[in-house]
């Protein structure tokens, strides 16, 4: 059975960096034909797609953060990490790590909730 | 960018009910769609995808209908258990977009 974990900070200062790790387990990375995704969820709001990386280290990214986002990948640690730069209280929200495939999002996180505070 | 419309963003009704809600395209996506359900404090949860197709695992009082513009969950018999957020989401092209999300709550 797929799991996936998210991990990091719960506070980050504002103008910082976000940075946050998707470790998966009972499944690789590396096998192929899945969309490694992030996701976020601003409090009692609905669902914003962040964007995608690929096993092999191809990415997309919303337009709306583009800017600020950078997704990549650690096969050898079958991880994916999120960094946000330039963080206000706007990127307050619950992050969520997903696994899309060709049938939607079937493997999603617990979720983390990360808070942008001084 | 495909925008979604989805619609009642509240609904309130009572156990055994059929409910029914509505998620719209700003353009076709072919059936590219799945439905999810949220409750508080957990992630979403796939119910079903390819429009019509449902999860395994996903109880039959849950179905999807649609394909091109206009998209249809309905539950045919509400249960205590369904109470959630449902939201849908088009797969059929970058960047993703989530429907605004349908609250099912208790009359």
């Known amino acids: 059975q797929v799991q996936l974990q998210e991990s990091g900070p719960g506070l980050v200062k504002p103008s910082q960096t976000l940075s946050l790790t998707c470790t998966v387990s009972?499944?690789?990375?590396?096998?192929?034909?899945?969309?490694w995704s992030w996701i976020r969820q601003h409090p009692g709001k609905g669902l914003e797609w962040i964007g995608y990386?690929?096993?092999?280290?191809?990415?997309y990214y919303n337009p709306s953060l583009k800017s600020r986002v950078t997704i990549s990948v650690d096969t050898s640690k079958n991880q994916f990490s999120l960094k946000l730069s330039s963080v206000t209280a706007a990127d307050t929200a619950v992050y969520y790590c997903?696994?899309?495939?060709?049938?939607?999002?079937?493997?999603w996180g617990q979720g983390t909730l990360v808070t942008v505070s001084s | 960018v495909i925008w979604m419309t989805q619609s009642p963003s509240l609904l309130s009704a009572s156990t055994g009910d059929r409910v029914t809600i509505s998620c719209r395209m700003s353009?076709?996506?072919?059936?590219?769609l799945a439905w999810y359900q949220q409750k508080p404090g957990k992630a979403p949860e796939l119910l079903i995808y390819?429009?019509?197709t449902l999860q395994s695992g996903v109880p039959s009082r849950f179905s999807g209908s649609g394909s091109g513009t206009d998209f249809t969950l309905t539950i045919s018999c509400l249960q205590s258990e369904d109470f959630a957020t449902y939201y849908c989401?088009?797969?059929?092209?970058?960047?993703?977009?989530f429907g605004q999300g349908t609250k099912v709550e208790i009359k």
């Open positions: 990386i690929y096993y092999s280290g191809s990415t």
């Open positions: 009972g499944g690789s990375i590396s096998s192929g034909g899945y969309y």
């Open positions: 353009q076709g996506i072919s059936s590219y």
């Open positions: 997903a696994r899309e495939e060709v049938a939607g999002m079937a493997y």
């Open positions: 989401q088009q797969y059929y092209s970058f960047p993703r977009t």
């Open positions: 390819a429009a019509s």
